[in-house]
């Protein structure tokens, strides 16, 4: 088996994911299991935004979002010529676009932005990214399965800046995972993010990926 993970600049452009796929693709015998951060800068935003709604900068707000859906979107047309492809791509990025819509209500309700709810939308990016190089790797032949990382990389409750319970994930892991490498299929999984026993969502700090 081999990890392989592939950060925000490398998933960052049309031609850089399928740079990843590429490289991907050379090393199906391996089995490759890999981890995704989000496209470079999306993350930035999700948080310029979750901060313009806790000041109840609506415009602002509006405007943060629609880039971060204009970059995914400019994504999928150019990885998928095909329309039903490129929207069973595009459906569960919406789907994270709507939930980042709720989070900024309810910032823009409280006044402020808690490091749990920062955390909430900062793991957005990373929730989306799997989706268009899942759909990608599929694309060209090769199953492929999205996983969110809250699955099974079980964290403490420091918001922001978490560490993971290793033993735990470590057992998770093989649990959630193993079984979707034996049957050959890929699993594409979020970087930067776990989740608490409670379920609550963490993020691991930058750099959080490498876990």
């Given at each position: 088996?081999?990890?392989?993970?592939?950060?925000g600049t490398?998933?960052?452009?049309?031609?850089?994911?399928?740079?990843?796929?590429?490289?991907?693709?050379?090393?199906?015998?391996?089995?490759?299991?890999?981890?995704?951060?989000?496209?470079?800068?999306?993350?930035?935003?999700?948080?310029?935004?979750?901060?313009?709604?806790?000041?109840?900068?609506?415009?602002?707000?509006?405007?943060?979002?629609?880039?971060?859906?204009?970059?995914?979107?400019?994504?999928?047309?150019?990885?998928?010529?095909?329309?039903?492809?490129?929207?069973?791509?595009?459906?569960?990025?919406?789907?994270?676009?709507?939930?980042?819509?709720?989070?900024?209500?309810?910032?823009?309700v409280l006044?402020?932005?808690?490091?749990?709810?920062?955390?909430?939308?900062?793991?957005?990016?990373?929730?989306?990214?799997?989706?268009?190089?899942?759909?990608?790797?599929?694309?060209?032949?090769?199953?492929?399965?999205?996983?969110?990382?809250?699955c099974f990389?079980?964290?403490?409750?420091?918001?922001?800046?978490?560490?993971?319970?290793?033993?735990?994930?470590?057992?998770?892991?093989?649990?959630?995972?193993?079984?979707?490498?034996?049957?050959?299929?890929?699993?594409?999984?979020?970087?930067?993010?776990?989740?608490?026993?409670?379920?609550?969502?963490?993020?691991?700090?930058?750099?959080?990926?490498?876990?």
């Amino acid at each position: 088996m081999l990890v392989m993970k592939f950060g925000g600049t490398s998933v960052g452009a049309p031609e850089r994911i399928a740079n990843v796929l590429r490289i991907v693709q050379s090393r199906l015998d391996q089995k490759p299991v890999v981890v995704v951060s989000a496209m470079s800068g999306i993350t930035d935003l999700l948080l310029a935004g979750s901060q313009a709604a806790a000041r109840t900068e609506l415009g602002r707000f509006l405007e943060i979002a629609s880039s971060i859906r204009r970059k995914h979107l400019d994504a999928a047309q150019s990885l998928f010529p095909d329309a039903g492809l490129r929207n069973r791509a595009l459906e569960p990025i919406e789907q994270r676009l709507n939930e980042l819509s709720r989070l900024a209500e309810a910032l823009a309700v409280l006044g402020e932005a808690s490091p749990r709810a920062l955390d909430a939308v900062a793991s957005l990016g990373e929730r989306m990214s799997i989706h268009l190089l899942a759909r990608a790797i599929e694309d060209l032949g090769s199953p492929a399965a999205p996983v969110e990382a809250t699955c099974f990389v079980r964290t403490d409750g420091v918001h922001q800046s978490a560490v993971p319970d290793m033993a735990v994930t470590h057992a998770l892991a093989h649990q959630h995972l193993l079984p979707l490498v034996e049957r050959g299929t890929i699993p594409v999984i979020t970087g930067f993010i776990g989740a608490t026993e409670a379920g609550v969502v963490t993020t691991l700090g930058r750099g959080g990926s490498d876990y």
